[in-house]
């Protein structure tokens, strides 16, 4: 994440937190930003504002996670590894063969990942609670 767009993040999340002070606050970063990365631009501005970081989430397409362990595996990994969950959406219109390619592609970093449905949401309720528990440790 370029100095700039941090610089802006930071300044947009102490905005909202003076204009409005939501409860929660959902960041979407690029597909180009690791982890860990996020979660020290999320730590900045608490000097002048508090706030609680929750756990971050990274989301892997399951559709095309293939190629990119193929193509970008040193970004996919620093996303994974900085990330408190680790879900994988479109799961469900993933083969048994790539569920399991991605299982031992996420076992370099220890990471069990929940599975999310896009048909019926299954899993989604899983990811919930687990936020859940994360939030009040």
Same mark, same amino acid.
Request: proline letters at 0%; one cysteine or more.
């Given at each position: 994440m370029?100095?700039? #767009?941090?610089?802006?993040l930071v300044s947009l999340k102490k905005a909202i937190k003076r204009q409005i002070d939501p409860d929660y606050l959902f960041i979407e970063p690029s597909e180009m930003v690791v982890t860990q990365e996020?979660?020290? *631009? @999320? @730590? /900045?501005? /608490?000097?002048? =504002? $508090?706030y609680e970081i929750g756990p971050l989430i990274t989301l892997l397409?399951?559709? /095309? %996670?293939? %190629?990119?362990? $193929?193509? !970008?595996?040193?970004?996919?990994?620093? /996303? =994974?590894?900085?990330?408190d969950l680790v879900? =994988?959406? !479109?799961?469900?219109? *993933?083969?048994?063969e790539e569920i399991r390619m991605i299982y031992e592609a996420l076992n370099e970093s220890a990471t069990v990942p %929940?599975? #999310?449905?896009?048909?019926n949401g299954a899993g989604l309720k899983k990811v919930m609670l687990a936020l859940s528990n994360r939030s009040r440790q």
């Open positions: 370029g100095c700039s #767009l941090a610089a802006s996020l979660r020290n *631009v @999320a @730590a /900045q501005g /608490q000097r002048d =504002i $508090k397409d399951g559709r /095309q %996670f293939g %190629f990119h362990w $193929k193509e !970008r595996r040193a970004l996919l990994l620093g /996303q =994974i590894s900085g990330a879900a =994988i959406s !479109r799961a469900d219109l *993933v083969g048994d %929940f599975l #999310l449905s896009i048909r």
